[in-house]
């Protein structure tokens, strides 16, 4: 192992060890040719095969040179993989430097015990598939995508492919009592790797099975070595554990089959099945959807007057449509029921539900906030976790950052004058966005989408005894009522649809 503070080829200042192992060892290093301060840093990849033979040696220089090529030749077409800086040879020993990335691996988002929405699952699996179509037309299989070989970027939120294999094949090369060299390691992770790529005959259609398989973790919480097998077809056993549409459901079965001729060939295959999956509805006007989604809530005589509503909304609907709806008209996809007992996104962040307290000295402080929290040193903006307390409206926020913007999963917690305790949910860009719910101080609830900080879309008004007024929500109001999803609601609220908007036929 290299002592901290050697600096190879007069230029790669080792700062402190990631890794070691049989083959080799891992640093983080500086540049020191970059004029900079600090100096930008970077990885650099020690390979020492322990049997110092020449035929092994002659091999594993082969296969090193290998992965310097991969890197040279997709780093030139795709920026998310790792650059590749130098590799140079010394006294048997190999030498590769690459890009640091600046992030965290995927087994820091994908938990088990914590599954993920469909949605969610279905971005990832595009991020990773976008990448690999790159890899693919080069005709280069990655044979290791797994959750710790997948970086998340903390500069641009970006997923990273890492680790293409060389390395694990150089630590596996060993000498027979012939003397010919042969690898006693198949690359692959236990899980994430099919029976052809088992039996040392990987094909890009294994990568696909190991997305595949990521996804299957991810919306199951379930590791894929803990997954069952069918006996018979060796299918994985998983749908269910998992509440998804048919359609998903088909594009992952086809990209895990167990026999490779069945499954998606290639990256790009995969992701066109994936990106057909989610089709993009047609859109409504305003007073269409307005129709379509109204509901009526009444406390009392809800028979009756449910009844003079429907003629009352009938009428108006055919005295202002000349032309009757065509039958055959397709009806968009709804948006999935927001109810009290719904799993929303951030639900499962149990960190957000108990947000730490500040101690000791801020990060960054402004004359506006006080910020606890990951910085990062180059950009000096915030990136991941991070607390935000405002000094003047004494707003405090807990949760995630990106590009020093609140984008992620948060907390956000009012002043005390305020009509609402806290918001926990989606954010992007600093505005609250996605999916989450408004905790009243008076015990009531919104639960469901926002858009711009608004309560926008379908969501569920809770009451504190439990009862529920659900719906379209504009501009934070109920649709058809007087109801705001931010407000204490007044008395008469609940009838102010029901006799205020009536008018003659």
């Given at each position: 192992m290299h002592p901290l503070g050697t600096v190879l080829r007069s230029r790669y200042k080792i700062i402190h060890p990631l890794g070691s192992g049989g083959f080799g060892e891992t640093y983080l290093a500086e540049d020191l040719d970059i004029p900079t301060?600090?100096?930008?840093?970077?990885?650099?990849?020690?390979?020492?095969?322990?049997?110092?033979?020449?035929?092994?040696?002659?091999?594993?220089?082969?296969?090193?040179?290998?992965?310097?090529?991969?890197?040279?030749?997709?780093?030139?077409?795709?920026?998310?993989?790792?650059?590749?800086?130098?590799?140079?040879?010394?006294?048997?020993?190999?030498?590769?430097?690459?890009?640091?990335?600046?992030?965290?691996?995927?087994?820091?988002?994908?938990?088990?015990?914590?599954?993920?929405?469909?949605?969610?699952?279905?971005?990832?699996?595009?991020?990773?598939?976008?990448?690999?179509?790159?890899?693919?037309?080069?005709?280069?299989?990655?044979?290791?995508?797994?959750?710790?070989n997948i970086m998340r970027r903390h500069q641009d939120g970006k997923i990273v492919l890492i680790d293409f294999g060389a390395v694990k094949e150089i630590k596996g090369l060993e000498t027979n009592t012939q003397g010919l060299v042969t690898s006693s390691?198949?690359?692959?992770?236990?899980?994430?790797?099919?029976?052809?790529?088992?039996?040392?005959?990987?094909?890009?259609?294994?990568?696909?099975?190991?997305?595949?398989?990521?996804?299957?973790?991810?919306?199951?919480?379930?590791?894929?070595?803990?997954?069952?097998?069918?006996?018979?077809?060796?299918?994985?056993?998983?749908?269910?554990?998992?509440?998804?549409s048919d359609r998903f459901v088909e594009v992952l079965t086809n990209m895990v089959r167990s026999h490779f001729s069945q499954r998606y060939q290639t990256a790009a295959e995969a992701l066109q099945a994936l990106t057909q999956s989610t089709p993009s509805p047609k859109p409504k006007s305003d007073r269409q959807r307005s129709q379509s989604n109204r509901k009526v809530m009444v406390t009392g005589g809800a028979v009756l007057l449910g009844c003079i509503m429907s003629l009352y909304m009938v009428s108006k609907y055919f005295a202002q449509s000349p032309t009757p709806p065509n039958p055959q008209a397709v009806t968009p996809k709804p948006l999935p029921t927001i109810n009290k007992f719904s799993q929303?996104?951030?639900?499962?962040?149990?960190q957000l539900s108990s947000p730490p307290t500040a101690t000791g000295n801020p990060t960054h402080e402004t004359n506006v906030y006080k910020y606890y929290g990951q910085i990062n040193p180059k950009t000096k903006e915030a990136n991941g976790k991070g607390l935000m307390i405002f000094k003047k409206n004494q707003f405090q926020y807990y949760g995630d950052f990106k590009n020093n913007k609140r984008s992620g999963c948060g907390r956000l917690s009012y002043p005390v004058k305020s009509n609402i305790n806290y918001y926990l949910g989606q954010f992007e860009n600093d505005e609250l966005q996605g999916l989450g719910y408004l905790k009243l101080r008076n015990g009531n609830e919104y639960r469901g989408n926002f858009v711009k900080s608004k309560c926008q879309g379908k969501g569920v008004y809770i009451y504190a005894d439990k009862t529920e007024q659900d719906g379209i929500w504009r501009e934070d109001k109920l649709e058809g009522s007087d109801l705001l999803c931010n407000k204490e609601p007044s008395a008469s609220s609940m009838l102010t649809i029901s006799f205020l908007s009536l008018k003659p036929f």
């Open positions: 301060t600090p100096k930008p840093k970077c990885v650099v990849k020690h390979l020492k095969p322990q049997n110092q033979s020449e035929g092994l040696l002659k091999i594993a220089k082969g296969l090193f040179n290998r992965e310097a090529e991969i890197l040279y030749r997709l780093d030139n077409i795709h920026n998310q993989v790792p650059k590749l800086f130098a590799h140079f040879e010394e006294n048997g020993e190999f030498y590769l430097v690459q890009e640091f990335i600046d992030g965290h691996n995927l087994s820091k988002e994908i938990i088990a015990g914590q599954p993920w929405g469909e949605a969610e699952v279905k971005k990832l699996l595009r991020d990773v598939l976008e990448v690999l179509v790159f890899i693919h037309q080069q005709s280069i299989i990655h044979r290791d995508i797994k959750p710790q390691i198949l690359i692959g992770t236990n899980g994430y790797m099919p029976d052809e790529q088992a039996n040392g005959k990987p094909k890009l259609s294994s990568d696909v099975y190991a997305v595949g398989m990521l996804g299957i973790q991810a919306l199951t919480g379930v590791p894929p070595q803990n997954l069952p097998e069918d006996p018979v077809t060796g299918e994985i056993i998983w749908r269910d554990r998992a509440n998804v929303l996104p951030c639900d499962s962040d149990q």
